[in-house]
Structure formats: structure tokens, C-alpha cells
């Protein structure tokens, strides 16, 4: 076989083009139809296939280098030999592309026109003239006693790259993140994918390591000052002081598009990259045997989360465990500090009451310490695999038993509608005050994103978020200084502020905020240096998916705007 074509399969009408041009060139080519899952293997025929081809070429598009099976057939013919690979780039960038090696076999251009097409077809020619012998098959791993591969790898071929580029020449990697964040696991892949190009594998072992070897360094805690052999070096730590033994690669949260879960599941493990993990390795098939194994008490599952949060929580002190307990009572319900204060305290609290030191000390030293949440409108909560954890590590069940009545009484409360006497006003005077209010905050939702199409390809995701931030702020604070009185709900003839307030912020904009905002923060996070803002967000994957979105939320904002227009005594039709 000459060519194996490596692709997503969501390529298939561009990829056909092309094989057909080089099938009509005269070049055997092979070409798999088949359906292989995100996160699938590739299977025994395709392994054969490709090591009996001479070249592949890889269709790189944006979504290629999350398809475990696309990279398998990637490493396997680059690791045989930079050329036995070409690289088609679809996209206008080349940020997606990793390693950064790939652009050494990077053909010019993408083949969408007739000519860069007949330039393709040539180039492949005149690659696979030059190619002496077949890929070939892949070597069985080696295998390191309780140091051996993975048998399900959940993702990170970024990082498994990033490492090659480190350690191929000699380098020393240093692997660091928190506990549980899969410094091993990749380390372990990383030996499965990458070890057959080093004489050996040594795991702690430098005194015999040599030039071509690789050394293994795990849990790393000091400066290893005595390693002075010329052998690569990737060392594992928790402490990020030690990055600088090295070229850094800090393991944070996996994307969305690295782990095999079912939704349920992910759920279940926000906070824990480790726990999404040994879910997506462990339970391929029943979800909810999953969930069960999760909400038993003391599940082994969860020992590697609760060694890494109990002792954050205990060091804080009881006043902590408190605040913790109160938000296991209500996760996934954020609450406001003054919440947690009146649930603590049987009082009612507003921010700026000195009794509100306490609770506000412990939620500063939580946030601090990774294991609350804000969720950035002032409220705060524990990631869902956070409240697990500390559920099954609590060292007072009957503390936590009586906060959490206490919780669901002192909110129940607040829900219930407590009668009032007001004195009368004037009719008139009411209504001019809903007039001007509702005026206030049409000109607030006028001014924002909120009803301005954000145009394709312009505009800033993040300044869009940020303008939605404002306008629920403004609304809040537009309302705080309207008479309660003119807060009414709409009727069946009449819209009221009270309803059309509540509807732009807690059915609309809240839960878009709470949403889209972490996502959107998450990818800005991991920004490398060099590449702008604004390409960066370009690059997310779900930087289309929440432009749609902002389109179909501005729809829903247009419809109370229509309202408090009217209310405004100025319709916007």
C-alpha cells in the first residue's frame, strides 16, 4: 500500500476528494470507512493496514487531535520515521497543530482548489518515491512491573507530545500538579506510546542510566542535584517549586473532548480530573452502578479526592468544616455569604454585619485553597466531586446532619411569602415609579451585548460575558432603589417589573453566567504565551457552540425588553 489516509471521520467528503486525486494519480491508497468512537483504539485491520503502507497522510483538522485513534495512527507512523508522514493542515491556523515537529511535514496550503490540489498529489508522489520500506508495526510495549501502561488512556496527547519534544534530545520534563491530576498516568503512557525510542526505561533508577536512556522520577519532593547522567529525565511532583528543575508541564482539568463520560458522570466528578478519570477507566458500560459506587459511603473511589481536601479543610479549622458542610447540604445550590452566615447563625446577615467575620474568613481561606467556587455573581459552592468527599470524610455526621435541617428550614423561610402592611400611595405616583424603572433598565439591556448581535468572527466572547455581568448587576441595583411597592408581577393584561426583573436574571441571564462563564475562564487559563486573546478564543472548541448561544439568549431578552417597553410607555415596535 502507498498511502494510508488518517482523518476524522466528520472529514469524510474533503478527505474523499483527495484520495480520489491521488487513486486517479495511480497511487494505491487506503482509505477506512468505518465508525471508530471518540476514544476507541484503532483496530487489528487498520493496524495492518498501516504498517504495510508506506506513507500517511493526516487530515489534521481541529477535531483530529482529540480522536485517541487518529493519534495512535499518527505516533505509530512518525515514531517509524518523520517521512513516512504528510500533514494536511484544513484549518487557517496552526495552533491545533501538536507536535510542533508536524510543521517539518506540513504540505503548503490546503488542497481546495484544482492546482494546490494537483501540488498535493505530486508532493505525495514524490514522498512515497523517496520512502525506502513500509511503516511497519508497532512494537509491543514494555512493561514495568506496577509502573506498566494504562490500559484506557483518557486523553492528554497535547501533553504526551509537549513531553517527546522535551525528553527526545536528552531533556529533562518536569510533570506537576495536584494530587490526583494523572502525573503517573501520563507518565505511563507516555512510556506505552514513546518508550520503544530509548535504549531503556529506568523507573528511580539513575545510577546505571546513560545517554539514550530515559529515567522515570516519581513523586519527586527536593532538588535531585546528584543526578548527573546524560539520560532524559521526566520527573513527577506535586510541588510546583520544582518546575525548575526542568522544562514545566503543569496538569490541570481535562477538556470536555478528552474524556469518554457519560454526562451523569461528569457531573459527578467536576473538580476531580483524577476521579473523571478512573470513572471513564473503570465503568465503560452502567452509569448508574457508577453513581452508586460514588454516593456509598466510603468508597475507595473517592480516597485520593478526600486525602487531597481533608486536611485543606481541617488545617482552616471547625469554623470551616461548618461552611463546609452547609454548602453539602445544598450543592449544587451556590449561596451568598450572608446565606451561609444565617444558616450558621439563625440570624439573617447582610454583608458588612460584623458577624459575618467568622464565615467570611473561612470562605476566603476555602476559596484560596481550591476548594470552593465563586461562582462569580457573589455566591459561592463546592464542585460536585468536592461535596463526596467531604460528605464521606466528615469527622461530625451528626453536625453535619444538624446543619443541613437547619439549611432546609432557614431557605424555606426565605421562600415563604411573609405578609406585610404597607401604607397606601397615590396611584399615580406608583406608576410614574415603575415607569422610570422600567425605563432605567431598558436603556441598561439597550446598551449591552444583550440585545446587539455579536457579528461572526468579531467581538470578544469574554467583553460579551462581561457585559452580561454589568447588566445583571445594574438590574440589581436598579431594583434595590425602586419602592417594593412598584415591584409588582405581571398580570394577564399587564407586564410587571417584579416578573420581568426575575426573568432576565434568574431565568435567563444567571444560569447562562453560571454556565458559560467557568468554561470560558478555563480556556483563557491556558493561553500559551505568544498566541492573543482573541485567536485563542477562535481556537476553543465551543467558541461556536456559545456564540449560538449568545444569538439565542439575545432572542429571549428581546422579548422582556418588548414588555418593559411597554411598561415604559415607550414599545420598542
Not at 64 to 84: D, I, K, M, N, V
Not at 247 to 276: Q, Y
Request: net charge negative; hydrophobic share 40%.
Amino acid at each position: 500500500m502507498d498511502v494510508f489516509i488518517s482523518y476524522d471521520r466528520a472529514d469524510a467528503a474533503a478527505v474523499q476528494r483527495i484520495v480520489s486525486a491521488l487513486e486517479t494519480a495511480g497511487l494505491r491508497v487506503f482509505l477506512d470507512v468505518e465508525q471508530i468512537r471518540q476514544f476507541e483504539s484503532i483496530t487489528d485491520r487498520l493496524r495492518r493496514a498501516l504498517s504495510e503502507s508506506r506513507v500517511l497522510l493526516a487530515y489534521y483538522s481541529r477535531s483530529y487531535g482529540s480522536r485517541r485513534a487518529c493519534q495512535e495512527e499518527f505516533t505509530t507512523a512518525y515514531l517509524a520515521g518523520p517521512e513516512h508522514v504528510l500533514v494536511v493542515n484544513p484549518e487557517p491556523g496552526t495552533e491545533h497543530l501538536a507536535p510542533r515537529e508536524i510543521l517539518d511535514v506540513l504540505l503548503p496550503g490546503h488542497p481546495a482548489l484544482k492546482p494546490a490540489l494537483a501540488a498535493l498529489v505530486e508532493a505525495v508522489r514524490e514522498r512515497v518515491a523517496s520512502v525506502s520500506g513500509a511503516i511497519g508495526s508497532k512494537p509491543s510495549p514494555e512493561r514495568l512491573g506496577e509502573f506498566a501502561a494504562p490500559t484506557k488512556f483518557t486523553g492528554r496527547w497535547t501533553e504526551l507530545w509537549q513531553l517527546h519534544s522535551i525528553l527526545r534530545h536528552g531533556g529533562t520534563a518536569v510533570v506537576h500538579g495536584l494530587v490526583d491530576s494523572g502525573k503517573t498516568t501520563l507518565a505511563r503512557a507516555y512510556v506505552q506510546e514513546f518508550g520503544r525510542t530509548y535504549n531503556r526505561v529506568l523507573v528511580n533508577d539513575w545510577s546505571t542510566a546513560q545517554a539514550g536512556d530515559l529515567v522515570v522520577a516519581e513523586d519527586v519532593t527536593a532538588p535531585f542535584d546528584d543526578f548527573k547522567a546524560p539520560a532524559a529525565c521526566l520527573a513527577l511532583t506535586r510541588d510546583p517549586r520544582l518546575a525548575k528543575l526542568g522544562t514545566s508541564i503543569e496538569l490541570g482539568d481535562l477538556r470536555e473532548d478528552e474524556l469518554d463520560l457519560d454526562p451523569a458522570l461528569r457531573i459527578a466528578a467536576e473538580g476531580s480530573t483524577g476521579l473523571a478519570r478512573r470513572l471513564a477507566e473503570q465503568f465503560s458500560s452502567s452509569t448508574d452502578v457508577a453513581l452508586d459506587r460514588l454516593y456509598r459511603f466510603r468508597t475507595p473511589l473517592l480516597d485520593p479526592v478526600i486525602d487531597r481536601l481533608a486536611p485543606i479543610v481541617a488545617g482552616l479549622g471547625e469554623e470551616a468544616w461548618d461552611v463546609v458542610r452547609v454548602l453539602v447540604a445544598t450543592t449544587p445550590v451556590p449561596l451568598p455569604l450572608g446565606v451561609i452566615a444565617g444558616i450558621l447563625t439563625g440570624e439573617h446577615r447582610q454583608v458588612g454585619d460584623s458577624g459575618l467575620d467568622t464565615v467570611e474568613s473561612s470562605v476566603t481561606g476555602l476559596l484560596a485553597s481550591g476548594v470552593l467556587v465563586d461562582s462569580g455573581l457573589g455566591e459561592f459552592r463546592l464542585p460536585r466531586a468536592f461535596q463526596l468527599a467531604l460528605r464521606q470524610a466528615d469527622h461530625r455526621p451528626s453536625r453535619a446532619e444538624q446543619l443541613r435541617e437547619r439549611a432546609v428550614q432557614f431557605l424555606a423561610d426565605r421562600a415563604r411569602p411573609r405578609p406585610t402592611v404597607v401604607a397606601a400611595r397615590h396611584r399615580s405616583t406608583l406608576d410614574d415609579e415603575v415607569r422610570r424603572t422600567a425605563h432605567r433598565i431598558l436603556n441598561e439591556v439597550n446598551s449591552r451585548v444583550a440585545l446587539r448581535e455579536l457579528p461572526d468572527g468579531e467581538g470578544m466572547l469574554r467583553d460579551a460575558l462581561s457585559s452580561l455581568h454589568t447588566l445583571f448587576d445594574r438590574i440589581r441595583q436598579i431594583c434595590g432603589d425602586v419602592d417594593p411597592d412598584a415591584l409588582r408581577p405581571s398580570t394577564l393584561i399587564r407586564p410587571g417589573l417584579a416578573t420581568l426583573t426575575s426573568r432576565l436574571q434568574e431565568d435567563l441571564l444567571r444560569p447562562f453566567l453560571v454556565y458559560w462563564h467557568p468554561r470560558l475562564d478555563n480556556h483563557h487559563d491556558v493561553r500559551p504565551s505568544g498566541i492573543g486573546s482573541r485567536d485563542h478564543e477562535l481556537a476553543w472548541s465551543l467558541h461556536a457552540q456559545l456564540r449560538s448561544e449568545l444569538g439565542k439568549l439575545r432572542l429571549s431578552i428581546l422579548e422582556v425588553a418588548d414588555e418593559l417597553a411597554v411598561l415604559s410607555g415607550n414599545p420598542l415596535s
